[in-house]
């Protein structure tokens, strides 16, 4: 059974940085790899795509409003992705989620713009104050 958990959420001043983790288990590898990404959700708004990475080419996809801000990186070795998240704005707060597609890739970005079919995490606070 896939398992996908998240760490690494908090609390911190518009401006400053995070970094969410994120680890895929309970799968047998291909040489495919995984599309694994981020979501977020902040209270009132629609679940939106923020980050994702095909972890076998390594090609990177992001929304605009955090291009050039977050920068999403694997650890193939761990079956890990991490979401660098900086010059934080309170805009930025929200639930975030990590998502996997096991033994597939991103479909061009794609997934990003689908909430179905993904393996996902528990969720991750973050909280960005003004």
């Known amino acids: 059974q896939v398992q996908v958990v998240e760490s690494g959420g908090g609390s911190v001043q518009a401006g400053g940085s995070l970094r969410l983790s994120c680890a895929a288990s309970?799968?047998?590898?291909?040489?495919?790899?995984?599309?694994m990404g981020w979501f977020r959700q902040a209270p009132g708004k629609e679940r939106e795509g923020v980050a994702a990475?095909?972890?076998?080419?390594?090609?990177?996809f992001y929304r605009d409003s955090v291009r050039g801000r977050f920068t999403i990186s694997k650890d193939n070795a761990d079956n890990a992705v991490y979401l660098q998240m900086n010059s934080l704005t309170p805009e930025d707060t929200a639930m975030y989620y990590c998502a996997a597609d096991i033994n597939t890739d991103c479909s061009g970005g794609a997934f990003l713009s689908s909430l179905g079919g993904h393996y996902w995490g528990q969720g991750t606070q973050v909280t960005v104050s003004s």
């Open positions: 990475i095909s972890t076998g080419p390594g090609r990177t």
């Open positions: 309970g799968y047998t590898s291909t040489h495919f790899g995984n599309c």
